[in-house]
């Protein structure tokens, strides 16, 4: 155990020789042997797992705006320390089907409107039991109209006034309307469980994670202790530490040094660098991120479907996939989530027509386009890919101006802002991304993609039984966004992650945003 003194010393020096590229630093090594491998319990491959000890985790963050409110959470440093933190009734796995998390079991009426969900015993860091009363709190503390919080979108259908606490781990949801996948809406991105009136996150947060709270600095680092309490029982670590670091080179480098253990994001070239040569260990989750353009549709040039139609055929996707990925994914076909359930794959796959291209903007009065393109180091293959598509699209007499955003703002920036930018999203079922991004009322919608016929077809495939009539509504509704839509979604890329070889555990098989994802309280240092 480290006292506060300690630890910031450790991150101040961390930032000097870890964070910056320094001479030599490649020929450093990692103490322990053997590879990262999967997070089942019993260790196969991997030895028995091992208690004790640190795990010091690099995530790019949000700067000094970072809170460790789970309802506020958005990128990926936050994911990561709202489930170390905080448990949510259910999560996704790793085919992105909802698991049971805090509650043991679901079920529904015969008119799919009203759902029995039973809490599995539980408790909090303080001793109290996670109870009914909790989880109504958390969800209506997320669908408060003044808040902007995430997951306040997927919880739309519930009747909140409406629901009730059947018993102290017992609640019973009442749905404005049938909702066949109502799991979902439990494993909903940011739906965690705070106790009961809890407002104060930053300072002393409680909640029934794995981990406990020591110490957070906002945009710095944030320290939390095992909890010999979970309900899943008790992480292998003492402490894991979150340590925020914007470049990727600073958190490489910091890795080969030994000054941390686990980096996430790491560039394909990164890998490519270090893979199978022994200092660190390479995890890629395959096909975990959509790489995307998205276009505001609701103002120009973005509010004509023809214009977003050309930017559809200027993109060469084989050619950003091999630059910006160097080729660690594949081509998407401007539509989220290839491979999932629903995910429309009967469509044709888009490819360059510059001829085409031209011809649309010249209907739309668009010959000699002008665009500003927003991007940012913020993430792996954004400036590469901005860069390209700027190539492809001069090919098409469009004129595409690049520019750099904040690495501390960027994903708030482009939400309200511009009329075109670089974006991503990790894993969650097509389900989700539609409530979260793409209705009227949706928190994350920037593609400001926003039509009330769209928003009834969802809640159509929500109300439907059926599994292929509802698989069937959903396809409609892709078309549509294949057809007009605001997300030219070029690329499926892996997920790459670094670890120090003495770290054991890492689950492979765990596209990011998903329960297995992240999941510090199954890591042991060997």
Same mark, same amino acid.
């Given at each position: 155990?480290?006292?506060?003194?300690?630890?910031?010393?450790? *991150?101040?020096?961390?930032?000097r020789?870890?964070?910056?590229?320094a %001479?030599?630093? !490649?020929? @450093?090594?990692?103490?322990g042997? !053997?590879?990262?491998?999967?997070?089942?319990d019993?260790?196969?491959?991997?030895? +028995?797992?091992?208690? !004790?000890?640190?795990l010091r985790? +690099?995530f790019?963050?949000?700067?000094? #705006?970072?809170t460790?409110?789970?309802h506020?959470?958005?990128?990926?440093a936050?994911?990561?320390?709202?489930k170390? @933190?905080?448990?949510?009734?259910?999560?996704?796995?790793?085919?992105l089907?909802?698991?049971?998390r805090?509650?043991?079991k679901?079920? #529904?009426?015969t008119? @799919?409107?009203r759902?029995?969900v039973t809490l599995?015993?539980?408790?909090?860091?303080?001793?109290?039991?996670?109870?009914?009363?909790d989880?109504?709190?958390?969800?209506?503390?997320?669908?408060d109209?003044?808040?902007?919080?995430?997951?306040k979108?997927?919880?739309?259908?519930?009747?909140?006034?409406?629901?009730?606490?059947?018993?102290?781990?017992?609640?019973?949801?009442?749905?404005?309307?049938?909702?066949?996948? *109502?799991?979902?809406i439990l494993?909903?991105?940011?739906?965690?469980?705070?106790?009961? =009136?809890? /407002?104060?996150f930053?300072?002393?947060?409680?909640?029934?994670?794995?981990?406990?709270?020591?110490s957070?600095?906002?945009?710095?680092?944030?320290?939390? &202790?095992?909890?010999d309490?979970?309900w899943?029982?008790?992480?292998?670590?003492?402490?894991?530490?979150?340590?925020?670091?914007?470049?990727?080179?600073?958190?490489v480098?910091?890795?080969?040094?030994?000054q941390?253990?686990?980096a996430?994001?790491?560039?394909?070239? %990164?890998?490519?660098a270090?893979e199978?040569?022994?200092?660190?260990?390479?995890v890629?989750?395959?096909?975990?991120a959509?790489?995307?353009?998205?276009?505001k549709?609701?103002?120009?040039?973005?509010?004509?479907? &023809?214009?977003?139609?050309?930017?559809?055929?200027?993109?060469?996707?084989?050619e950003?996939?091999? =630059?910006a990925?160097?080729?660690?994914?594949?081509?998407?076909?401007?539509?989220?989530?290839?491979?999932?359930q629903?995910?429309?794959?009967g469509?044709?796959?888009?490819?360059?027509?510059?001829?085409k291209?031209?011809?649309?903007?010249?209907?739309?009065?668009?010959?000699?386009?002008?665009?500003t393109?927003?991007?940012? +180091?913020?993430?792996a293959?954004f400036t590469e890919?901005?860069?390209?598509?700027?190539?492809?699209?001069k090919k098409?007499?469009?004129?595409?101006e690049?520019?750099?955003g904040s690495?501390?703002?960027?994903?708030?920036?482009?939400l309200?802002?511009? /009329?075109?930018?670089?974006?991503?999203s990790?894993a969650?079922?097509?389900?989700?991304?539609?409530?979260?991004?793409? @209705?009227?009322?949706s928190?994350?919608?920037? %593609? &400001?993609?926003?039509?009330?016929d *769209?928003d009834?077809?969802?809640?159509?495939?929500?109300s439907?039984? $059926?599994?292929?009539? &509802? +698989?069937?509504?959903?396809e409609?509704?892709?078309?549509?966004?294949?057809?007009?839509?605001?997300?030219?979604?070029w690329g499926?890329?892996?997920?790459?992650i670094?670890?120090?070889?003495?770290?054991? =555990?890492?689950? /492979?098989?765990?596209?990011?945003? %998903?329960?297995?994802?992240?999941?510090? $309280?199954?890591?042991?240092?060997?």
């Amino acid at each position: 155990m480290h006292d506060d003194t300690t630890r910031s010393l450790s *991150f101040s020096a961390l930032r000097r020789r870890g964070f910056l590229a320094a %001479t030599g630093v !490649g020929a @450093l090594t990692l103490a322990g042997c !053997g590879g990262s491998g999967s997070g089942s319990d019993d260790g196969a491959g991997d030895g +028995a797992p091992k208690k !004790g000890g640190r795990l010091r985790a +690099a995530f790019a963050g949000g700067g000094a #705006s970072e809170t460790l409110d789970p309802h506020l959470a958005n990128l990926f440093a936050d994911a990561a320390r709202a489930k170390a @933190l905080f448990d949510k009734l259910a999560d996704y796995g790793a085919d992105l089907s909802a698991v049971p998390r805090l509650a043991a079991k679901w079920e #529904s009426n015969t008119a @799919l409107d009203r759902w029995q969900v039973t809490l599995r015993e539980a408790a909090f860091h303080d001793g109290r039991p996670v109870t009914a009363k909790d989880v109504l709190y958390s969800y209506r503390r997320i669908a408060d109209p003044k808040q902007a919080f995430r997951a306040k979108a997927s919880l739309e259908p519930i009747d909140l006034d409406a629901s009730r606490a059947t018993g102290e781990r017992s609640v019973e949801f009442v749905l404005k309307r049938p909702t066949a996948e *109502f799991p979902n809406i439990l494993a909903a991105f940011g739906a965690y469980i705070v106790p009961d =009136g809890a /407002t104060e996150f930053d300072k002393a947060p409680v909640g029934s994670g794995p981990f406990r709270f020591v110490s957070f600095a906002p945009g710095r680092s944030a320290v939390f &202790r095992r909890y010999d309490d979970h309900w899943e029982g008790a992480p292998h670590l003492d402490e894991i530490e979150f340590l925020v670091a914007n470049e990727e080179s600073a958190r490489v480098n910091a890795l080969l040094g030994g000054q941390i253990e686990y980096a996430h994001e790491l560039n394909p070239t %990164t890998a490519r660098a270090h893979e199978d040569k022994g200092q660190i260990e390479i995890v890629r989750l395959r096909g975990s991120a959509m790489q995307a353009f998205c276009m505001k549709t609701d103002r120009p040039p973005f509010d004509d479907p &023809r214009v977003r139609q050309a930017l559809f055929l200027i993109a060469d996707r084989q050619e950003l996939v091999d =630059g910006a990925l160097s080729g660690a994914g594949e081509v998407g076909n401007d539509l989220f989530g290839k491979g999932y359930q629903y995910y429309a794959d009967g469509l044709p796959q888009r490819e360059q027509d510059l001829g085409k291209a031209r011809a649309l903007l010249k209907q739309a009065g668009a010959e000699d386009l002008r665009v500003t393109l927003d991007t940012s +180091a913020v993430a792996a293959g954004f400036t590469e890919a901005a860069g390209i598509f700027r190539d492809q699209a001069k090919k098409a007499g469009v004129t595409v101006e690049v520019r750099m955003g904040s690495k501390d703002s960027y994903w708030s920036d482009i939400l309200d802002q511009g /009329t075109l930018c670089c974006y991503r999203s990790g894993a969650m079922p097509i389900e989700a991304h539609i409530s979260q991004r793409l @209705l009227t009322d949706s928190s994350t919608n920037a %593609t &400001r993609w926003r039509h009330k016929d *769209f928003d009834a077809q969802y809640q159509q495939a929500q109300s439907t039984r $059926d599994p292929a009539e &509802r +698989a069937a509504v959903y396809e409609r509704m892709q078309r549509r966004l294949y057809s007009e839509g605001g997300f030219l979604v070029w690329g499926f890329a892996d997920w790459i992650i670094g670890t120090g070889r003495q770290v054991k =555990g890492v689950e /492979t098989d765990a596209p990011a945003n %998903t329960l297995d994802w992240a999941r510090f $309280d199954k890591v042991w240092l060997a």
